[in-house]
């Protein structure tokens, strides 16, 4: 699996020192990395979605019922959409 580039300094991996963490199989790193940016992608498409239904006329009745939480919680969430 290939996931996103990060910049080193990004991840705080530039304060490690190798002297006191030996090089490891960074494979579960990489699956962290991987997972963190698909879930700020499903977000955004997410918030794009909530979005489209709020201008189509989509109540948050509706919405909430999409997402399984209350109208309120839907609101409050999305509120700034």
């Given at each position: 699996m290939t996931g996103p580039r990060i910049a080193i300094e990004e991840t705080g991996l530039d304060l490690i020192d190798p002297a006191t963490h030996p090089a490891r199989d960074a494979a579960a790193f990489r699956r962290i990395v991987?997972?963190?940016?698909?879930?700020?992608?499903?977000?955004?498409?997410?918030?794009?979605?909530?979005?489209?239904?709020?201008?189509?006329?989509?109540?948050?009745?509706?919405?909430?019922?999409?997402?399984?939480?209350?109208?309120?919680?839907?609101?409050?969430?999305?509120?700034?959409?």
């Open positions: 991987a997972a963190r940016a698909a879930l700020e992608r499903d977000e955004t498409e997410l918030r794009d979605a909530v979005a489209a239904a709020r201008a189509a006329g989509d109540s948050w009745t509706v919405i909430g019922a999409a997402l399984g939480v209350s109208r309120q919680a839907a609101q409050q969430r999305f509120r700034d959409i």
